[in-house]
């Protein structure tokens, strides 16, 4: 049997080592996000309509596409119900965006450092990964408009809101400037924000995608 050739790029999965670590009781494991059970929402099925049982939308019910969207738009997004699609976690998501854009060779701009799952599928997909170092507030500016000009990334793959692994937020004027460089440049953003809503001190600055005017996004 022959497989493809984009199998000889596959890896071990880092996360699925992790989630297997912390499934130890002795361990409390700080490497994934994984909440406490006490905290996850007690669900009484008996009271959840029975068309849950049944096959919906591809791209989700309309109601929930709909909240979704009124959620992005109080953030400051212009976004309706077309344009949101339900999926199963963000690494659907990666994995639907590299099929998307990426191609061998394809070159892409990431954080470094970044989140080691989304590192995995676009390395999977082959794509030549352009790097920008961080900062305490954001990403080098001066670096980022450097590796614009050099290259052509088919987009930016960025998570300014506790950056993972680093935990970096990038404050206001850092996400303005990243989003100018994107118009500039006309690059794809996919904007990864699963903790904006982890904030203890007043709220997370608006999203990078709210500051767009022409550069397309995710």
């Given amino acids: 049997m ?6 000889s790029r596959l890896k071990s999965s880092l996360i699925r080592e992790i989630l297997a670590a912390a499934q130890h009781p002795q361990v409390m494991s700080f490497a994934g996000g994984l909440p406490a059970e006490s905290m996850l929402p007690k669900v009484e099925w008996a009271d959840m309509p029975v068309s849950l049982g049944q096959y919906g939308m591809s791209e989700g019910e309309p109601a929930l596409r709909e909240a979704l969207a009124a959620d992005a738009r109080a953030l400051g997004i212009a976004c309706d119900a077309s344009q949101v699609m339900v999926v199963s976690g963000s690494q659907q998501t990666l994995d639907l965006a590299a099929k998307l854009y990426i191609d061998k060779g ?19 997909f082959g794509a030549d990964c352009i790097t920008v170092p961080l ?14 000009e050099q290259h052509r990334p088919a987009f930016a793959y ?16 850092s996400r303005d400037a990243v989003a100018a460089l994107l118009d500039e440049f006309g690059v794809t953003l996919i904007e990864d924000e699963p903790y904006r809503e982890l904030s203890f001190d007043g709220g997370s600055a608006r999203p990078i995608v709210s500051g767009l005017k022409t ?3 995710i």
């Fill in 215 to 217: 550069a397309s996004w």
């Fill in 2 to 7: 022959a497989f493809s050739e984009r199998v």
């Fill in 158 to 173: 960025l998570i300014p809101t506790f950056q993972n692994p680093s935990a970096v937020r990038y404050s206001q004027a």
């Fill in 135 to 148: 900062q305490a507030e954001g990403p080098d500016l001066v670096a980022m408009r450097q590796r614009l």
């Fill in 106 to 124: 394809t070159e892409i701009l990431l954080e470094a450092p970044t989140y080691l799952a989304a590192l995995q599928i676009f390395q999977l």
